[in-house]
Structure formats: C-alpha cells, structure tokens
C-alpha cells in the first residue's frame, strides 16, 4: 500500500520538484508547495543546504 501511495504522490508533483528532498521528504505538505506551480526558488537536493535554508528563514 505505500508503494501505491507513493505512486499517487508522484502523479501529483509538479514537475519542478522532481528530485526535490523536500518533496521527497513532505509530498503536499512541503511548505513550499502550491497546487499547478511552475518552479521553485527552494528546490535542493543537499540535505545541509536544506537545512541552511530553513534555518536563515527562522532569523
């Protein structure tokens, strides 16, 4: 059953987040995330520079 959720997921994603950790991570719920988006400014693949961003918006 998760690998029929995970397909669902996928099917939802735009395709500016593919490869995205954060979408890999949070799917809809990415803070990021917007219905029909077109691209996206916190796109990463590097979990430490996720976690840079993250943490320079908490300032």
Same mark, same amino acid.
Not at 10 to 32: H, L, N, Q
Not at 38 to 47: A, G
């Given at each position: 059953?998760?690998?029929? +959720?995970?397909?669902?997921?996928? !099917?939802?994603?735009?395709?500016?987040?593919?490869?995205?950790?954060?979408? +890999?991570?949070?799917?809809? !719920?990415?803070?990021?995330?917007?219905?029909?988006? !077109? +691209?996206?400014? /916190?796109?990463?693949?590097?979990?430490? +520079? /996720?976690?840079?961003?993250?943490?320079?918006?908490?300032?």
């Amino acid at each position: 059953m998760a690998k029929e +959720e995970k397909t669902k997921e996928s !099917k939802d994603m735009p395709p500016c987040c593919a490869g995205c950790i954060r979408w +890999e991570r949070f799917g809809k !719920k990415c803070w990021y995330f917007w219905e029909n988006k !077109k +691209e996206c400014t /916190m796109w990463t693949s590097d979990v430490n +520079e /996720m976690a840079a961003q993250d943490s320079s918006s908490l300032l």
